[in-house]
Every structure is written in structure tokens, then in C-alpha cells.
């Protein structure tokens, strides 16, 4: 027997944000254990999208993820605004985050350009960094 969707369709759906507790990662001691909520899980949130390379595991969808690794031997000048775009355009599909602003840029250390920027929550304001290897 073929399912119906006759009247399916004209339901009225709530659609309900689900809450951010997740749980803890210790990330000194490469552990997990107990729970985080609202803006300590946004700062996960934000480790894990930064620390992911985009289309390279099968297990996070397309959208998830950062790309970083076609910026290697790319000049300065085209790396710094590059990452800036790279950094809003992953963070943004979290729609907790609604912007993410104040790019610094730090090119002390030869060879990685380091950037540290704020990401503005639901939760507030939390201050990232990133770096990349060039």
C-alpha cells in the first residue's frame, strides 16, 4: 500500500529550537565528560566547525567544516581576507551565530597566519582564534 500525505500537508507545524547542552570536551586531556550549555557549548561548537576540514569525512555533512588546506604556498595578501570569508561562511551556518567580526590578523611566526576574531552569539560575544599554515 502507497502512503498518503492527503491533508499532511495542511497541518500546522511548530518548529521548536532544540537546546545547545552537549557534552564536554576536555581538550587538554583529550577526554569527554560531563555537560556544557549555551555559551560554553558555543565555544565547542566553534573549536569543532574550525578544527574540521571540509569534505574530508564522510560523517559531517558538505556544509560543516572549514576549507584551509588549498591556502597552503598562497600569498599573504590573498590568505588574511580569504580567511576572514572562509571563517564568517562556516560559522554562519550555525544559526545560533549571528555575525562574526574584528579580524586581526598576526604574522609573527613564519609560514602561519594566526586570526583571532569575535563571534557574536545568542549567548553573547565570544572571542576565536584560528591559525593556518601557509
Request: with cysteine; aromatic share 12%.
Amino acid at each position: 500500500m502507497i502512503p498518503s500525505t492527503v491533508g499532511f500537508l495542511e497541518l500546522d507545524f511548530e518548529i521548536e529550537e532544540q537546546p545547545s547542552q552537549t557534552y564536554k570536551m576536555d581538550l587538554d586531556g583529550d577526554s569527554v565528560r560531563g555537560f556544557v550549555d549555551d555559551q560554553e557549548a558555543m565555544k565547542q561548537t566553534i573549536f569543532r566547525i574550525l578544527s574540521t576540514e571540509r569534505y574530508q569525512y564522510i560523517i559531517y555533512p558538505w556544509y560543516y567544516g572549514i576549507e584551509t588546506l588549498d591556502l597552503y604556498g598562497e600569498p599573504v595578501t590573498y590568505v588574511c581576507p580569504e580567511l576572514e570569508r572562509r571563517i564568517t561562511e562556516a560559522l554562519l551556518v550555525d544559526t545560533r551565530i549571528s555575525s562574526v567580526t574584528d579580524f586581526e590578523h598576526d604574522l609573527s611566526v613564519k609560514g602561519v597566519v594566526h586570526t583571532a576574531f569575535t563571534v557574536h552569539t545568542i549567548y553573547g560575544e565570544i572571542r576565536a582564534e584560528k591559525g593556518v599554515n601557509i
